[in-house]
């Protein structure tokens, strides 16, 4: 697949609008999810280097911001987690290095995580729900809530590891697919 080489690459418009939404669905997505779950995963399978050559935020960097910025301060209460999928690298460290900057400067909810998994989106997520069906239990049991961003996840193999209504997709790579 053809794409950018270097690190970070010059943000296009179709991103812009992508972003916006993602800003938008995200500002209404935490509140209700955080209301209902105890516990929330957030996945975005193509993290990219969490910025843009212009300065831009990349949709992990939004994600972030968005949960530390919302005003609804009971969010902050609740099992937040974030995982970051990439499988170049160097963009992995760029992302880890945004992460950790933003981890100094706002105070970070005891309860909120953040991880960077360098790796392919498919084979991660596998490995990663695999091991919670060996295990027999559950990434986002009963009172919780797995969201997954910029992917193409085959659900059937996993869905019945997941709770009703316990995971949703919204895949942002291309904008008329929305799930
Ligand atoms: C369009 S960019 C990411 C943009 C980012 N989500 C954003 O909105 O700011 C896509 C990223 O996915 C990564 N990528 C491509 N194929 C991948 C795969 N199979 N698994 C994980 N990452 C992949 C690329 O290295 C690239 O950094």
């Not at 950018?4 to 296009?12: G, R």
């Not at 009963?142 to 085959?154: A, D, F, G, V």
């Amino acid at each position: 697949m053809s794409g950018p080489k270097t690190v970070t690459w010059v943000i296009d418009e179709h991103t812009h609008a992508k972003h916006e939404i993602l800003r938008k669905y995200l500002q209404g997505w935490l509140p209700i999810m955080t209301t209902y779950n105890g516990k929330i995963v957030f996945i975005d399978g193509f993290a990219g280097p969490g910025e843009y050559t212009g300065g831009e935020s990349g949709s992990p960097i939004i994600a972030i911001d968005t949960f530390l910025n919302h005003s609804y301060q009971k969010i902050r209460d609740k099992e937040v987690i974030f995982l970051f999928i990439e499988q170049d690298k160097a963009r992995c460290e760029h992302l880890e290095m945004l992460l950790s900057n933003r981890a100094q400067k706002h105070l970070f909810p005891s309860k909120s995580t953040y991880h960077v998994l360098q790796g392919n989106f498919n084979a991660t997520i596998d490995d990663l729900l695999t091991g919670i069906e060996d295990k027999q239990a559950s990434l986002a049991p009963n009172t919780s809530h797995l969201r997954i961003c910029n992917s193409s996840i085959n659900v059937a193999t996993h869905a019945q590891i997941l709770p009703n209504d316990g995971l949703s997709l919204m895949r942002l790579s291309g904008l008329s697919e929305m799930y």
